[in-house]
């Protein structure tokens, strides 16, 4: 791993942390360091524990490589963050996220894509912005927000751009629980622990068979628009 983020292992359980010491922006460099810890997870036929920094999990994709107007870096940015929760999603082994804080746009589709999520409380903001920021939430997105959120809070967080408190997530379907921030680490390595106890084998099937929709979604909304000619059309995938 690289600065930006660290992977330790214990016992069954690999616990990956983001610090890049500002906003955990999911980077190009912060991505690919990401991608890292899961291809070294599946080496150690680990259960993921996903955490961030004091207050803050992620606050999403990074935005100067939009503003730079360089469309290659912007598809190379959405596509591994895309691929990212994709992992995550469709993974051999669980993954849990402790979320120490705000939770934005692409970090809190890692929230969607996970199997347990523990949240610290306080005065934090996790949802989905991009209306708010004047971006077209991409169709892989949308694919995630649909598998995992109440049909209200889907439209609301979708369409919208509301933001949550965490309780809020919770009932949303951001969260699955709500501990006290210092709380949250141990939370986290509980959440883990549980995890680790199913049968490795019954999870890695049964999680295909619960989730062959979406994750088919994802992946079809990735090929189909994450490209320079892709995000120019914005159709939806067939």
């Known amino acids: 791993m690289t600065e930006l983020a660290t992977y330790a292992l214990d016992g069954r359980i690999a616990t990956v942390t983001l610090d890049d010491g500002k906003a955990n922006a999911l980077s190009i460099a912060m991505l690919r360091t990401l991608h890292d810890a899961l291809d070294q997870a599946e080496r150690d036929e680990a259960v993921v524990l996903m955490t961030g920094r004091e207050g803050r999990f992620s606050g999403g994709f990074d935005l100067t490589v939009f503003a730079s107007g360089d469309p290659a870096a912007v598809v190379e940015m959405l596509r591994l963050?895309?691929?990212?929760?994709?992992?995550?999603?469709?993974?051999?082994?669980?993954?849990?996220?402790a979320c120490n804080g705000h939770a934005v746009a692409a970090?809190?589709?890692?929230?969607?894509?996970?199997?347990?999520?523990?949240?610290?409380?306080g005065p934090f903001k996790i949802g989905l912005n991009e209306v708010q920021i004047g971006l077209t939430m991409p169709w892989f997105a949308i694919e995630l927000a649909r598998q995992r959120l109440t049909p209200a809070a889907f439209d609301r967080a979708v369409v919208t751009a509301v933001m949550h408190t965490p309780q809020e997530a919770v009932a949303a379907g951001f969260l699955d629980r709500v501990v006290a921030s210092a709380d949250l680490a141990a939370a986290g390595r509980e959440a883990?622990?549980?995890?680790?106890?199913?049968?490795?084998?019954?999870?890695?099937?049964?999680?295909?068979?619960?989730?062959?929709?979406?994750?088919?979604?994802?992946?079809?909304?990735?090929?189909?628009?994450?490209?320079v000619e892709g995000l120019t059309g914005a159709k939806a995938p067939a």
């Open 81 to 97: 963050g895309a691929t990212l929760a994709e992992r995550i999603l469709a993974f051999p082994t669980p993954v849990a996220i």
């Open 107 to 121: 970090g809190a589709f890692l929230l969607l894509a996970a199997d347990a999520r523990v949240g610290a409380d």
């Open 192 to 227: 883990a622990e549980t995890l680790a106890g199913l049968n490795p084998a019954a999870h890695a099937a049964t999680k295909q068979r619960a989730r062959a929709g979406a994750i088919a979604a994802v992946r079809d909304a990735i090929e189909s628009e994450l490209t």
